[in-house]
């Protein structure tokens, strides 16, 4: 399977209310040091609502380019409709949203 299908397979199991980071998804994918290409496989994402890259940070937490989304401020609305919360500096707490496999029930992915 090819980076391009693995990222996507992977970015389609991000729960609502979480999100992952592009480093994250590299690693998930077999290439840990690939977070670069992740991003750009993600901006061309073919298919928007069936993949969520919009639930898809950087590695401090902050949003997307203004690029993305049609801008920060509409990734931050999707993200805040599915309950989680951006600053106004459009930076999520990845303390607090970041996905990962628990106890809760979320998707596996770790």
Known sequence: MGLHKRVYEIVRRIPAGRVSTYGQIAALAGMPRAARAVGS????NPEPVV????????REGFLSGAFAFGGPEAQKAMLASEGVEV???????LDRFLWKNN????SEGW
């Open 103 to 106: 106890s809760e029930g979320e």
């Open 41 to 44: 496989i993600l901006h061309a």
């Open 87 to 93: 600053s106004e500096e459009y930076k999520v707490d």
């Open 51 to 58: 993949i969520p890259c919009h639930r898809v940070v950087n």
